[in-house]
């Protein structure tokens, strides 16, 4: 693989794309970089494990045996047989022990529950309502979700979605985040594998952002944007329900799409066969990256739609999973601007990505 990019990198002047997905601009500067793989974490699986090697740790609250350290339990995977003594469990979904939002109402009336509706004033501020849970990926301490299998991880995304439709029936419930931290420099505070879900009474302005993008990307040219997103110079994998690809305008370097090949507006749609095959790919995509980059820490977020949709807006909002690995910082540019600068080239990154091969 060494100096698979190089070549293609050379002499390329910058670039500016544009970001039809999430409306922005990405500068692709390849003089400020080396060779893409050149990328590397610098410290190999940075997410402060103590003993990663040990199944078991008596101080954290995410494994078998510690429940009680935990906040309320919501659901556990496989559901609890009432004739079965056993109490052991794949996936746990909890609430958060520190949540940023809580859901318990106090007895005051909610004045607005939809700030976008209000009229513009500098100190706008509804109560802090919404869901804040935390899902367990497994029992085993020392066990990352891309070494789970297929099925396993699938579980995990079922249980995801199945969150997301219970915190949709709250109607206060606008928006829902699936996202993961893996590292503690990409913002995970305990090692457990776990992922966290939250539920928003409020639409975030990134998503919608890309709502807005999608709908003129439709109006303009009556496709989904992400339905024609195919690339083959960009594609790194697919599967029977899935592709992989770096986006066109990547914001990152390395960054990975994982897009259902059919049009669906939200994640928590798919049903037990795509969360397996979804599982595959999502293992594939955090192998290849942890075999390239030196286990990197890096952050995913599941892009989905708001409820409720009108059946317009199902037509140009397609979901899909955004993998960032976590190699360069944001600085003052990118908070200032919200542009990024991306110094390999997605061509390059796909390559890179495409080319090692790993078990599954
Ligand atoms: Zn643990
Ligand atoms: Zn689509």
């Known amino acids: 693989m060494a100096g698979a990019a190089e070549s293609s990198e050379r002499g390329r002047s910058p670039e500016i794309r544009k ?42 609250p995410f494994c078998m045996g510690n429940e009680h350290l935990c906040a309320p339990e919501i659901f556990r995977v496989p559901t609890p047989d009432a004739s079965s003594s056993t109490s052991d469990w794949k996936v746990r979904v909890i609430e958060n022990l520190f949540p940023a939002l809580a859901h318990i109402r106090d007895n005051q009336q909610i004045e607005n529950p939809n700030p976008s509706n209000s009229a513009p004033t500098v100190a706008c501020a509804i109560q802090g309502l919404g869901f804040h849970n935390v899902v367990i990926e497994t029992p085993d301490h020392a066990v990352r979700l891309s070494d789970l299998s297929p099925p396993e991880i699938g579980e995990v995304i079922l249980a995801h979605g199945k969150r997301i439709l219970q915190i949709a029936e709250d109607r206060l419930m606008k928006y829902v985040q699936v ?7 990409a913002g995970a505070s305990l090692s457990h594998s776990h992922s966290q879900i939250m539920g ?81 790919l999502l293992k594939v995509m955090l192998m290849k990256l942890s075999r390239q980059l030196n286990d990197p820490p890096f952050n995913f977020m599941i892009h989905t739609s708001p409820f409720p949709v009108t059946d317009y807006q199902l037509s140009y909002s397609h979901w899909f999973l955004q993998i960032i690995p976590q190699l360069t910082g944001i600085g003052g540019f990118e908070l200032g601007s919200g542009s ?21």
């Open 340 to 360: 990024y600068i991306n110094p390999v080239f997605p061509e390059d990154a796909a390559k890179v990505l495409r080319e090692v091969n790993v078990p599954t």
């Open 19 to 60: 970001d039809v997905i999430f409306n922005r601009w990405i500068i692709f500067s390849p003089a400020r970089s080396r060779r893409p793989t050149d990328f590397k974490s610098k410290s190999s699986n940075d997410n402060s494990n103590p003993n990663p090697s040990s199944s078991y740790s008596s101080s954290c």
């Open 200 to 280: 928003l009474p409020f639409i975030p302005p990134t998503v919608s952002a890309r709502l807005d993008s999608m709908k003129d990307y439709f109006g303009a040219t009556g496709e989904c944007g992400l339905c024609a997103i195919r690339s083959e110079e960009l594609l790194i994998d697919e599967s029977a329900h899935f592709f992989s690809i770096v986006p066109y305008a990547a914001s990152f370097p390395f960054e990975i799409w994982i897009v259902p090949r059919t049009h669906y507006s939200h994640f928590h749609e798919l049903d037990d066969e795509k969360a397996v095959d979804l599982g595959r």
């Open 179 to 185: 996202f993961k931290n893996h590292g503690a420099s």
